[in-house]
T-cell receptor
Framework: KNQVEQSPQSLIILEGKNCTLQ??????????LRWYKQDTGRGPVSLTI?????NTKSNGRYTATLDADTKQSSLHITASQLSDSASYIC?????????FGTGTRLKVLA | SQTIHQWPATLVQPVGSPLSLECTVE??????LYWYRQAAGRGLQLLFY??????ISSEVPQNLSASRPQDRQFILSSKKLLLSDSGFYLC??????????FGDGTRLSIL
C-alpha cells in the first residue's frame, strides 16, 4: 500500500534554532519526492523536489535529503524564523498519483 | 507566469443544498488538474484529477462530482451536501513530473 508517514506530528522550537522533520514512504513506482509548506488557511507551496538520483537539495534555509534505499527523507530548517510556523507536508509521487503525508505542524516561538 | 484561482474562499451551506466550487488556471495550457479535500489534522485526500477536457478520474466514491468544461477550468459540484462534506478544498495544477501548484483553498462548512 502506498503510504507516506511523517514525524513528528507537531514541533515547537525557539526562534533561531534548527530542526529536522522526517518522512518515510512506501510508494512504488517512485517518481519524485517533494516538501511543501502550508500556512494556516492557505494552499501548500512547494519548497523542494527531488528525484531518485538526488540526495540533497537546498532552498535558502531549507535543506531536504533523500535516501532512496531506505525510503526516507528529511527536511532541515536552519536558523528558524517566526514565519517558518506552518505545516510541512511530504509528498511522494508515482506517475499521476501524489501520496501526501499528514504533515508536521511547526510552531516557532520568539 | 502561471496562476491558479479558486473561489469562494469560504462558504457556509445548509445540509442538502447544492455546491459548486470553481478553479481556473492562467498562463499554461493542458495542465493536469486536481481537487483535494483536507480534513483538520489530516493529510490531503485526492478527490478527482483530470488530464484533459472532459477527462475526470475519481479517486474515492463520494457525494461529489467534478467537471472540466474548458482546458483551464475545473469545477467541483454536489447536488446535495452532507455534513461530512465539510472541509478545506484545494485545487491544484501541474505538469507531469513537476510540482503541483495549489490554490488558496475553499473552507466549506455545512450546517
Amino acid at each position: 500500500k502506498n503510504q507516506v508517514e511523517q514525524s513528528p506530528q507537531s514541533l515547537i522550537i525557539l526562534e533561531g534554532k534548527n530542526c529536522t522533520l522526517q518522512c518515510n514512504y512506501t510508494v512504488s513506482p517512485f517518481s519524485n519526492l517533494r516538501w511543501y509548506k502550508q500556512d494556516t488557511g492557505r494552499g501548500p507551496v512547494s519548497l523542494t523536489i527531488m528525484t531518485f538520483s538526488e540526495n540533497t537539495k537546498s532552498n535558502g534555509r531549507y535543506t531536504a535529503t533523500l535516501d532512496a534505499d531506505t525510503k526516507q527523507s528529511s527536511l532541515h530548517i536552519t536558523a528558524s524564523q517566526l514565519s517558518d510556523s506552518a505545516s510541512y507536508i511530504c509528498v511522494v509521487s508515482a506517475t499521476y498519483k501524489y501520496i501526501f503525508g499528514t504533515g508536521t505542524r511547526l510552531k516557532v516561538l520568539a | 507566469s502561471q496562476t491558479i484561482h479558486q473561489w469562494p474562499a469560504t462558504l457556509v451551506q445548509p445540509v442538502g443544498s447544492p455546491l459548486s466550487l470553481e478553479c481556473t488556471v492562467e498562463g499554461t495550457s493542458n495542465p493536469n488538474l486536481y481537487w483535494y479535500r483536507q480534513a483538520a489534522g489530516r493529510g490531503l485526500q485526492l478527490l478527482f484529477y483530470s488530464v484533459g477536457i472532459g477527462q475526470i478520474s475519481s479517486e474515492v466514491p463520494q457525494n461529489l462530482s467534478a467537471s472540466r468544461p474548458q482546458d483551464r477550468q475545473f469545477i467541483l459540484s454536489s447536488k446535495k451536501l452532507l455534513l461530512s462534506d465539510s472541509g478545506f478544498y484545494l485545487c491544484a495544477w501541474s505538469r507531469p513530473g513537476q510540482p503541483q501548484h495549489f490554490g488558496d483553498g475553499t473552507r466549506l462548512s455545512i450546517l
